[in-house]
T-cell receptor, first 113, second 113 residues
């Protein structure tokens, strides 16, 4: 069974602080996606990373894929209350379909005003 | 708005009953995947349908079954409900051959008493 571990599980910070959340596996990903999920809603895709060492930026969010494609991180600069939500990473492995994703348990982020 | 609609939004059943959940995929999408998200967990892959046939299944028993219709909408059926089936059931649509982006609906919250 291929597992994705996310850390930390919970994170509560003040508005304006920076934070990083992590996603790790012992297996090599063919691609990895990050989602944000708000209460009562389905996950919304933020980014897909495919190439080892890849860095993608989405406004104040920076996503990095590890060189060995076994890990990824999400860094948020100057967090805002609107960033509050459950951040999920989801991986697809070589030989599988990118449509059949395995999700981590998520990091529940609370940004206090 | 992802264009993926699920019904009903909430449902209460008792142990042993049967339930049918429905999903309308985004226009132009030919693939539907179903995920189960228990409280405090990430979504777990149940199965996927492509061109009205099951195309991959996660670690769920046969009492979880599905259908996809010619208009690409889908149903998830669960027989002999158990207390542990209480969860948020998410439907995601995608378009095979056009990348790996999944678009999730808001889910059906199922409570089994």
């Amino acid at each position: 069974t291929q597992l994705l571990e996310q850390s930390p599980q919970f994170l509560s910070i003040q508005e304006g602080e920076n934070l990083t959340v992590y996603c790790n596996s012992s297996s090599v990903f063919s691609s990895l996606q990050w989602y944000r999920q708000e209460p009562g809603e389905g996950p919304v895709l933020l980014v897909t990373v495919v190439t080892g060492g890849e860095v993608k930026k989405l406004k104040r969010l920076t996503f990095q894929f590890g060189d060995a494609r076994k890990d990824s991180s999400l860094h948020i600069t100057a967090a805002q209350p609107g960033d509050t939500g459950l951040y999920l990473c989801a991986g697809a492995w070589s030989g599988g379909s990118n449509y059949k994703l395995t999700f981590g348990k998520g990091t529940l982020l609370t940004v206090n005003p | 708005e992802t264009g993926v609609t699920q019904s009903p939004t909430h449902l209460i059943k008792t142990r042993g009953q049967q339930v049918t959940l429905r999903c309308s995929s985004q226009s132009g999408h030919n693939t539907v995947s179903w995920y189960q998200q228990a409280l405090g967990q990430g979504p777990q892959f149940i199965f996927q349908y492509y061109r009205e046939e099951e195309n991959g299944r996660g670690n769920f028993p046969p009492r979880f079954s599905g259908l996809q219709f010619p208009n690409y909408s889908s149903e998830l059926n669960v027989n002999a409900l158990e207390l542990d089936d209480s969860a948020l059931y998410l439907c995601a649509s995608s378009s095979r051959g056009r990348g790996e982006k999944l678009f999730f609906g808001s889910g059906t919250q199922l409570s089994v008493l």
